[in-house]
Structure formats: structure tokens, C-alpha cells
């Protein structure tokens, strides 16, 4: 049996969407599922202004590297040097999520 392909998509700073959204990729990552958390929007302007160090966990758990839209993204915005990511733009973000069986979208 082959396991779904899961992406996490959160878009919203909002702590309690947050939260879940990572609790969601940790668990599923712990049970070996393909998963990868991506985020977008006011998301990834709450990652740089306060990171968790929870996001560091997902490469522990052998999860995909954390997606960030590269939209949110200034010259000066210094990515958490402890978390592993990805940089895409609003378009190469269109085509990753296409690949995905399920997205669990985080507003």
C-alpha cells in the first residue's frame, strides 16, 4: 500500500492555525508519512518574526524540507538558520502543491 502524499499549506499567523498545522506535520511525519508544511502568506512573516524551534523537529523526523513562498520574502529577511527550507516563487508554489494526493490548507 502506497501512502498519500500530504502537504500541510499554512497561511495564517494566527497561533492556534499555526500550531495545528504543525502538530499535524509532526505527527504524520512520526508515522512516516510524506509530508511537507508549507507556508505562505502572513505565515511566513510570523515564522521570521517569532521561529519555533518545533519547526527544527520535522527534519528530525525525516519530513521534507519547509516550503516557503518566496512572495512573503524581503532581501533582508534572515530565514531561522535551524529550520530546513526551501525558497519557491508564487508559481513553482502552484506546481509543488499539484503534486501532492492531499492538501490541508491553514487559513
Known sequence: ???KKIAILQCSAASDSA??????ALALASFDYPVQLILSGE???SLLNQPSKRYAMLELLDAEPVVISSAELTDTSPLPANIDTVI???E???RHLSQFDEVLQFS
Request: net charge neutral.
Open 88 to 90: 519557491v516563487s508564487p
Open 1 to 3: 500500500m502506497t501512502m
Open 92 to 94: 513553482q508554489l502552484k
Open 19 to 24: 500550531t495545528e498545522a504543525l502538530d499535524i
Open 43 to 45: 505565515a511566513v512573516k
